[in-house]
């Protein structure tokens, strides 16, 4: 007869009971999704990163054979639903539409309700909305470029607004302001729609705006386009110039979102979800309606997607520095 010792009985002991801890998750994994699934939105409905994230629940839903219902938790610019989303269940039925003000808004109101280089796990990038610097040109008439901008800018004050004290817009312009050697007086508004108002009245002179908010007025005539954040802003304005093709080759900005799951969500289903997501952003419905609202499909995989949003923390962080910005 084969004799166990207390020591062995309790090491087999322990690995049953792993086992069996285990075998609920894979087994979730391997059946999953096996009733609807919540998209969160940490932005109000009607608002691009909704607009974005509804078309591609409808997408993936159907490529998972599940509902994908969208829940918005909007509040102080993504920081209340991202808190909330990392707090959810790590079983694959709970992810969330994360976008590039939730990633600024604890660096610019110093808070720490969530880190975003650990706190949840990237799964890809879903689309970029690129910016543009717009101005007004019955202020600037010989303003046609960047490089216009810069030199009126040494030669009289000229004044900037954006949607906010601390958004991706106002970052952006200290960075470039830093870069180029110059200087204009941020006007802050509560949003681009009062900003874009009073840049068409001529209250103000220049601003650093989505395509979303600015295409309307650049086709009409009303504001002029002088630079674009990034190249992909040329699936709208093709015969405008970078900034990078205008004297700072490394210069790019974008608001950009993706999708992210709760730590600990079984790697099946990110890869799953990952898989999908894919194909579903490859669909050229897809891509018409994501371009539709302004924005333009850019799928990168989770490991692009982590590296991305560590270096836009890091980038952002350092400006805030820099220029000793807060909305806190």
Not at 7 to 31: E, K, N, V, W, Y
Not at 87 to 93: E, L, N, R
Not at 99 to 108: D, T
Not at 268 to 279: F, G, M, N, Y
């Amino acid at each position: 007869m084969t004799h166990i010792n207390r020591r062995s009985f309790l090491h087999l002991s322990s690995l049953s009971l792993a086992g069996l801890a285990l075998t609920p998750i894979a087994a979730l994994a391997a059946d999953w999704p096996q009733r609807p699934l919540r998209m969160i939105v940490a932005f109000p409905a009607g608002g691009p990163t909704d607009v974005a994230a509804r078309v591609v629940a409808q997408k993936l839903g159907g490529r998972l054979g599940q509902t994908v219902v969208v829940e918005n938790r909007p509040g102080a610019s993504g920081s209340i639903g991202t808190a909330a989303f990392i707090k959810s269940a790590p079983d694959g039925y709970t992810f969330s539409m994360f976008g590039m003000p939730a990633l600024v808004s604890p660096i610019v109101y110093g808070n720490n309700l969530y880190d975003v280089r650990k706190d949840f796990t990237c799964v890809a990038t879903v689309y970029d909305l690129p910016y543009v610097i717009i101005v007004n040109p019955q202020r600037l008439p010989d303003v046609n470029t960047l490089q216009d901008l810069i030199a009126a800018s040494k030669t009289e004050q000229i004044d900037y607004t954006t949607p906010g004290t601390g958004s991706i817009a106002h970052l952006a312009m200290e960075q470039l302001k830093g870069l180029g050697g110059f200087d204009m007086l941020h006007i802050p508004y509560s949003g681009s729609a009062p900003a874009i108002t009073d840049l068409l009245g001529g209250q103000v002179s220049v601003m650093m705006a989505d395509t979303i908010a600015a295409m309307p007025h650049i086709r009409s005539g009303r504001l002029k386009a002088i630079a674009l954040g990034s190249v992909d802003a040329k699936t709208f304005l093709p015969d405008v110039q970078a900034i990078s093709e205008q004297g700072f080759p490394e210069f790019s900005v974008s608001s950009w979102s993706g999708v992210v799951v709760p730590n600990d969500t079984p790697v099946e289903i990110i890869d799953r979800l990952e898989s999908d997501l894919k194909a579903a952003l490859a669909d050229e419905d897809t891509k018409a309606q994501v371009n539709k609202i302004g924005a333009v499909v850019t799928f990168q995989p989770r490991d692009e997607m982590t590296a991305r949003l560590k270096a836009e923390y890091e980038r952002w962080s350092q400006v805030v520095k820099d220029n000793n910005i807060s909305n806190s």
